[in-house]
C-alpha cells in the first residue's frame, strides 16, 4: 500500500517523482492530497479521459490559477467557437510557412549564443544556453525585442510561479502580480502600435485576424501573448537539456543520433514520454467521476500526472527505460493529435505549439551536436532536477571538445 501518510508535497517526492509513479498507479491511482483539497491522477487511461471529456473536466480553474497573472482569459480557458477560432490563428502563427522564417530564427539566436562558449570547452546548457535562447527566439517570433530578453524573462519567472506553484505566501503573489503587471504595461503599448501600423509578425497578425466579424481587444491580445510566452519558453529549455541529458546518460544512443541525425525527432519524443517538461495538468470535474472505483466529487480538482501516465506500463513497454527506438511511441504521430504520449496533453487543448517545439529543439540540437565533440558531464558536476507543475535540470554543465567546424565558427 502507499503510506497513508505519503504526499506529493513532500520532500521525497519532490526530489525524485518517478520513484513512485509505479506505487501511485498500482495503489493509489486517484491520490487525494488533503492539504490541495486536489485529487491526483496516475494512470494513462484515467489521465486521458480527464483531457479530452471536456464537458465532465473543465478548464474553470484556471479562472483563479491563472487569470490574474496573464491579465484576461487565456486560450485553455475559452470554449467553443472563440476557442477554436484563436486557437487557429496561434497554430497559423506557429506551422506552415511561418514555422519555415521561424528556423531560420531559431538557428540565428542558437549560432549567436554558442559562439562564445565553444573556446571554452564547457557550457551550462541550461543557464547559458538554453534559457536565453528559448525567450530570445519567442520573443523574435512574436515580434518584440529579443534584446529585452533578460526583463521579460525575469517578469516571465513571477507570471510562471504564480501559475505552477502548489503553494504560494502573500508575499510571492504580490511579488508574481507585480511582475505580471510589469509585462502588461511593457506589452500593452507595443499592441497599440501594431494595431495603428500591423507588420509581419505574430502580434500585428493577432491584431488585424478577425473571428466571426469580431476583432480581438487589447486585452485579449495582451493575454494571449502572455499565454505564448509562458506556454512556449519554460517547457522548450527543458526539453532541450533533458534531450542532452538523456543521450548523455544513453552513448549508444547519442552515437546512434550523430551518425544518423533523421533520429532526432524520435530522441525528442522519447524525451517528452520519458520526463516530460509539464508535469501536471490542472482540470475541475463539473460532475461526480468514478476512477477505479474511486469517487471524485463534483467540483473537486483533478491534477493529471502527465510523467506517471507517460510510464504506464499499460501505454507502453518497458516504461521506465530511455530507448529512443521504441516502437510503441510512433514518432510521426509523438507532435500530433494522435500522440500516445501526453507531454502536449491531448483533446481539444493539446498544445498548439507541438509542431514548433518540435522544429526549435531538431534545429538547435542539429546544430549543436556537431559543434561539441565529446560530450559529457563536466567533471564534480552533481545532476538535481526542481519543479513538481514544471519540471527540470537546474543546470546542466557540459564538458567538450570544439570540433573543427566550432573551431572555424569560435
Ligand atoms: C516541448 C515543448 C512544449 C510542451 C511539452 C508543451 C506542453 C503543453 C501542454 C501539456 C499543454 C496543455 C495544457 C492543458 O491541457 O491545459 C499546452 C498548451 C499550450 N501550449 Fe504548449 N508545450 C510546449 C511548447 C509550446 C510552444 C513552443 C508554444 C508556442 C507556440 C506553446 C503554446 C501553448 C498554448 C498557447 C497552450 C494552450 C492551448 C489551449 O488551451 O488551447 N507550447 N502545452
Request: negative net charge; proline residues 7%.
Amino acid at each position: 500500500m502507499v503510506d497513508p501518510r505519503f504526499s506529493i508535497l513532500s520532500e521525497d517526492f519532490a526530489a525524485a517523482p518517478h520513484r513512485y509513479f509505479a506505487r501511485l498507479r498500482e495503489q493509489s491511482p486517484v491520490h487525494y492530497e488533503p492539504e490541495l483539497d486536489s485529487y491526483f491522477l496516475s494512470r494513462h487511461r484515467d489521465v486521458r479521459r480527464v483531457l479530452t471529456d471536456h464537458d465532465a473536466f473543465t478548464t474553470e480553474t484556471l479562472q483563479v490559477r491563472a487569470e490574474p497573472v496573464m491579465r484576461g482569459p487565456v486560450l485553455a480557458q475559452m470554449t467553443g467557437a472563440e476557442h477554436t477560432a484563436k486557437r487557429k490563428i496561434v497554430v497559423r502563427g506557429f506551422t506552415g510557412p511561418a514555422l519555415q522564417d521561424q528556423i531560420r530564427v531559431i538557428r540565428a539566436n542558437a549560432a549567436e549564443l554558442v559562439a562564445p562558449f565553444l573556446p571554452l570547452g564547457r557550457l551550462d546548457l541550461v543557464n547559458d544556453f538554453g534559457k536565453p535562447f528559448a525567450v530570445r527566439v519567442t520573443l523574435d517570433v512574436l515580434g518584440l525585442d529579443r534584446d529585452d530578453w533578460r526583463q521579460v524573462a525575469a517578469w516571465l519567472g513571477g507570471v510562471g510561479e504564480f501559475i505552477t506553484s502548489i503553494v504560494l505566501t502573500p508575499d510571492r503573489r504580490r511579488h508574481c502580480l507585480d511582475c505580471a503587471e510589469q509585462l502588461e504595461a511593457y506589452l500593452v503599448p507595443i499592441i497599440e502600435q501594431r494595431r495603428r501600423h500591423p507588420g509581419a509578425d505574430l502580434i500585428s497578425r493577432l491584431c488585424t485576424a478577425e473571428f466571426d466579424g469580431i476583432t480581438m481587444s487589447t486585452r485579449d491580445i495582451t493575454a494571449l501573448v502572455v499565454n505564448i510566452l509562458v506556454a512556449a519558453v519554460e517547457p522548450a529549455d527543458k526539453t532541450l537539456a533533458l534531450l542532452f541529458k538523456h543521450l548523455i546518460d544513453h552513448p549508444e544512443q547519442l552515437a546512434r543520433v550523430r551518425t544518423d541525425p533523421t533520429l532526432l525527432p524520435a530522441a525528442i519524443a522519447e524525451t517528452l514520454r520519458y520526463t516530460p517538461p509539464v508535469q501536471l495538468v490542472p482540470r475541475q470535474a463539473e460532475q461526480e467521476a468514478v476512477f477505479a472505483g474511486t469517487v471524485v466529487p463534483a467540483g473537486a480538482t483533478v491534477f493529471c500526472m502527465i510523467g506517471a501516465a507517460n510510464r504506464d506500463p499499460d501505454a507502453f513497454t518497458a516504461p521506465d527505460t530511455f530507448d529512443i527506438h521504441r516502437p510503441d511511441l510512433g514518432t510521426a504521430r509523438s507532435f500530433t493529435a494522435a500522440a500516445q504520449h501526453l507531454a502536449f496533453g491531448a483533446g481539444l487543448h493539446q498544445c498548439p505549439g507541438a509542431a514548433f517545439a518540435r522544429a526549435e529543439i531538431e534545429t538547435v540540437a542539429a546544430l549543436l551536436l556537431p559543434l561539441l565533440d565529446d560530450v559529457r558531464h563536466s567533471p564534480g558536476f552533481g545532476y538535481r532536477e526542481t519543479g513538481l507543475y514544471t519540471r527540470g535540470p537546474v543546470s546542466l554543465s557540459l564538458d567538450f571538445s570544439p570540433s573543427g567546424t566550432a573551431r572555424r565558427l569560435g
